[in-house]
């Protein structure tokens, strides 16, 4: 059986052990938020605060800048965010400058030749190839340290500067299913509506020329009586 004089060193121990526990939990730096002397270091942050889609030659690109807090001044990477296959990845970047929207290409003369979304077959321009997800719009991931995504829309062709073939328009949007099924005009559904009625009366009409002919027989027969 305990006494009086355990149960009071009992717990005098257990408050020393928690007043010690408290202590160091108070004195402890937190890891991410100060160094160690102290100061507060806030999370790296990045900020795309140019996403210009642009034309020059006829060659689309995207020109960017960015803005780093916190975070050392490594090189960029850019990823193109394919949403049904392989992404496009360009390294080693500096902060700020321009890239060639994925799927273009450069002639011999410095000016386009190619143009995402488009093939040359058989002597002519034709619609679709393996680059057509990155228009009209696509994702792009800017990464250093900390990283951000934005949405950027393909340049749009002009007669000064073109982001399509000589003498095409921008690829036609894919087309939603129609259905074939065409609902019934208010004129048809009049028609239905009126027939019907007309039914309808002549059967009344009709079952009443019975019931008047079965009452002229009887009547016939019980004078006859």
Known sequence: MSTPRTRRTTARAF???AAVGTAALLTA???SATTGDGSYVPEPTMDVSVRNPVCDGDVPYLEYAVELTGAE???LTI????PDGDDVVQTDLPLSGRVMWPGAVVGPDGRGEDWPGWRFEDGEWVEGDEYDWVRPSVDVLFEVNPEAMVTVDYPASSPECATNPPGEDEPAPPVSQVSDEQPAAA???SLASTGATVGLYAAIAAGLAAVGAAV???TRRARRG
């Open 15 to 17: 408050a020393a052990t």
């Open 29 to 31: 730096p937190a890891a």
């Open 73 to 75: 001044a490594g090189p």
């Open 216 to 218: 002229v027989l009887l």
């Open 79 to 82: 990823t193109w965010l394919n």
């Open 187 to 189: 004129g048809d559904e």
